[in-house]
């Protein structure tokens, strides 16, 4: 899996699709070149699965084009073969060995015979797995089934892979492994699409996010340049507090500059003067009777800005 010269290896434009009434894809335009790593975040019905399937060429865009390795996935075989997709729901068998379950995947992928073992040994290497070849999936932890998943999705040494959930269930060592897998594969030249509603996870791992929100893709960029874009030098006060707020407690934290932050005990605030915000915040509180169980100052995160967009369109 070598850096190849060219184009995207994968091109969305225009893509809109309806399930009846309902618009999954209101014309969604995405270019992904080998190397990059790129997270598809939104909420649920967001139409997050819509793109995939159509990526994956499971679905026919009612306007639009998607081409993989130059291609329509939909309606060329070869364009498929340049896919590897690892599912949220792991597709493996338990009762087989990693490496029996690699032979198996390698010859439903299509691997001739005479290059099952070269390129099983490659995907143990590339997912760091090698150390448990000879044990069964299903003794294995969380986080080693997750790179067993990945490593079936690219025997057959595809362009573009898709990862769906990828860190779902897992402890915070394997996310590490996890991400350090992702970051080979990339360096190796493959294209890696992540559908992941993890936004922390998709900070630290993607070169590029993209937010699809009803069906549009409204944010697409790097992240530190979206968040710098976004919220300039402002840091993120969070306030939770010890108890939810009361109808003259939440006029309090309005008043403060505060808004709610998702629970029903948590505010926040965005301030360029982060530590001194954050004190006169927190004598305001106190003094008007709130109990205050944390005070923290961050810098803002893609969090942060998925809750600016949310409150943008509850806006308009």
């Known amino acids: 899996m070598t850096p190849r010269a060219g184009g995207p290896i994968l091109e969305v434009v225009g893509a809109a699709h309806a399930y009846g009434p309902r618009q999954a894809l209101g014309g969604v335009d995405l270019a992904l070149a080998g190397g990059e790593v790129y997270a598809l975040l939104g909420p649920n019905g967001a139409g997050k699965t819509t793109m995939v399937r159509a990526i994956c060429g499971r679905l026919r865009l009612d306007r639009g084009t998607v081409r993989l390795a130059g291609a329509s996935p939909h309606d060329t075989p070869s364009a498929r073969a340049a896919l590897g997709l690892a599912p949220q729901e792991l597709a493996l068998y338990a009762h087989l060995t990693v490496r029996e379950n690699l032979e198996v995947f390698a010859r439903l992928s299509g691997v001739a015979g005479r290059r099952v073992a070269g390129a099983v040994a490659e995907a143990l290497r ?87 929100v009803e069906g549009r893709l409204v944010v697409d960029g790097p992240p530190a340049a979206l968040l710098a874009e976004t919220f300039g030098a402002d840091m993120e006060i969070v306030v939770r507090l010890a108890a939810e707020a009361d109808a003259a407690g939440r006029v309090v934290l309005e008043t403060a500059g505060l808004t709610a932050g998702g629970a029903p005990d948590l505010w926040i605030a965005l301030a360029a003067d982060g530590y001194e915000a954050a004190a006169r915040i927190d004598r305001r509180l106190r003094q008007a009777g709130l109990a205050v169980r944390e005070i923290r100052v961050r810098a803002p995160s893609l969090q942060s800005l998925y809750g600016r967009i949310v409150e943008t369109r509850r806006a308009a």
Do not use: K, W
């Open 126 to 212: 590339l997912t760091r797995t090698a150390d448990r070849a000879e044990g069964r999936v299903a003794d294995l932890s969380g986080g080693y089934q997750r790179r067993v998943n990945i490593a079936a999705a690219i025997l057959h040494r595809p362009r573009l892979l898709i990862l769906d959930e990828p860190t779902a269930g897992v402890d915070f060592a394997a996310r590490q492994a996890l991400g350090a897998v992702i970051g080979d594969l990339a360096g190796e030249g493959v294209a890696v699409l992540v559908v992941t509603h993890d936004l922390d996870e998709a900070q630290g791992l993607a070169s590029r996010v993209g937010f699809l």
